[in-house]
């Protein structure tokens, strides 16, 4: 595996999270200002900012006097929330998917200890991702 591979957290989260720091000070600003401000796309910034609209987390103002606003409490959103918000797929491995047809299993026996091991590792990132509030990872606080 290549080092500094990202397994669990997406590019989409990790510019989510650095466009809520910027929104963190409370004040509005532009698109472009975000972007501008930290290092970020500015088409993949519009994307992103729409998600996040959709879930109630940044407030989009169009027109001259335009811009987004932080909208949600980050104490009450957790990096799981972020997650689920963002990205499509929040599983460590494709056969955790609903539905997902695993060969191995049909034709060797319904009950895989990589799967089960799997679903352990899956539940203990889920509740540490929960632990951590958007508020402590944009603040850095305890």
Same mark, same amino acid.
């Given at each position: 595996m290549k *080092? @500094? $591979?990202n397994l669990l957290i997406t590019r989409e989260t990790d510019y989510a999270l650095r466009i809520l720091r910027a929104l963190s +000070? @409370? *004040? =509005?600003a532009t698109a472009k200002d975000i972007c501008r401000r930290e290092l970020l796309p500015q088409q993949f910034a519009y994307k992103i900012l729409k998600k996040l609209s959709r879930a109630g987390i940044v407030r989009i103002t169009r027109g001259a006097e335009g811009g987004c606003r932080l909208a949600a409490d980050l104490r009450k959103v957790s990096l799981y929330d972020l997650t689920q918000i963002m990205e499509d797929d929040n599983y460590i491995s $494709? %056969?955790?998917?609903? @539905?997902?047809? %695993? *060969?191995?299993? =049909?034709? +060797?026996?319904p009950e895989c200890r990589v799967n089960k091991q799997l679903l352990q590792i899956q539940r203990v990132l889920d509740e540490e991702f929960r632990a951590h509030s958007l508020y402590q990872m944009v603040f850095d606080s305890e």
């Open positions: *080092e @500094g $591979a +000070n @409370g *004040e =509005q $494709a %056969c955790m998917q609903p @539905g997902y047809q %695993c *060969e191995w299993r =049909q034709k +060797n026996s």
